[in-house]
Nanobody, 128 residues
Framework: QLQLVESGGGLVQPGGSLRLSCATS????????TGWFRQAPGKGREGVSC????????SYADSVKGRFFISRDNANNKVYLQVNDLKPEDTAVYYC?????????????????????WGQGTQVTVSS
């Protein structure tokens, strides 16, 4: 059974950092593109970052460029999101997602509809 489990969220002051982790199981991570999304209260799910399975090509939402960094460890079936210089508007539930549609060379996407498998989320709260 394919599973994604996020961890690493918490309460942090503005300007702080966290490292979010997504532990995957039930599939070979190397074959999948993966992404991080977030959903703030009362808002839709927003694509934050994604990474292609081949070559490590990444994409970021404009709102997080230069502050958030995605990485993956295929050998240990994990995907990470380093979140730095956090702002109150970064407060949200953060979700990990995966898909392997089409060519393995296809770039990853930042739309919710691009992904088939989701974790349960981890809460990030930025507040002083």
């Amino acid at each position: 059974q394919l599973q994604l489990v996020e961890s690493g969220g918490g309460l942090v002051q503005p300007g702080g950092s966290l490292r979010l982790s997504c532990a995957t199981s039930g599939f070979t991570l190397d074959y999948y593109r993966t992404g991080w999304f977030r959903q703030a209260p009362g808002k839709g799910r927003e694509g934050v970052s994604c990474i292609r399975n081949r070559g490590g090509v990444t994409s970021y939402a404009d709102s997080v460029k230069g502050r958030f960094f995605i990485s993956r460890d295929n050998a240990n079936n994990k995907v990470y999101l380093q979140v730095n210089d956090l702002k109150p508007e970064d407060t949200a539930v953060y979700y990990c997602a995966a898909e392997k549609r089409g060519s393995p060379l296809r770039v990853c996407g930042l739309l919710e509809s691009d992904y088939d498998y989701w974790g349960q989320g981890t809460q990030v709260t930025v507040s002083s």
